[in-house]
């Protein structure tokens, strides 16, 4: 079975960068997609980022456009999101997930395994 584990996840201040990582634990084939989203009290799930298998294509949410950036381990195990110049407005709990094919999607519908979130918190 596999299981998306999720570090990195703490508190930060405005300005600030925080990276999260997220494995597959016990996926023996890597030929997936992997996403990140985030959701905050009160708020729907929101999209911000995906990365195919091999790492050549991304998808970076509008909201965090040119401060997030996605990349994973040449072996494709580990999925990074590096997060800078953060804003209070990024706090929220932050998820991974594995898609169902190869390919980066915004979709939420596009992914299978979850893990349970790392909770960001950005102080002003």
């Known amino acids: 079975q596999v299981r998306m584990v999720e570090t990195g996840g703490g508190l930060v201040q405005a300005g600030g960068s925080l990276t999260l990582s997220c494995a597959a634990s016990?996926?023996?084939?890597?030929?997936?997609?992997m996403g990140w989203f985030r959701q905050s009290p009160g708020k729907e799930r929101e999209f911000v980022a995906a990365?195919?298998?091999?790492?050549?294509?991304?998808r970076i949410g509008d909201a965090v456009k040119g401060r997030f950036t996605i990349s994973r381990d040449t072996a494709r195990i580990t999925v990074f999101l590096r997060m800078s110049s953060l804003k209070p407005e990024d706090t929220a709990v932050y998820y991974c997930?594995?898609?169902?094919?190869?390919?980066?999607?915004?979709?939420?519908?596009?992914?299978?395994?979850w893990g349970p979130g790392t909770p960001v918190t950005v102080s002003s």
């Open positions: 997930a594995e898609a169902f094919g190869g390919s980066p999607s915004e979709d939420s519908s596009a992914y299978s395994n």
């Open positions: 016990g996926r023996t084939d890597r030929r997936y997609a």
């Open positions: 990365i195919g298998w091999s790492g050549a294509s991304t």
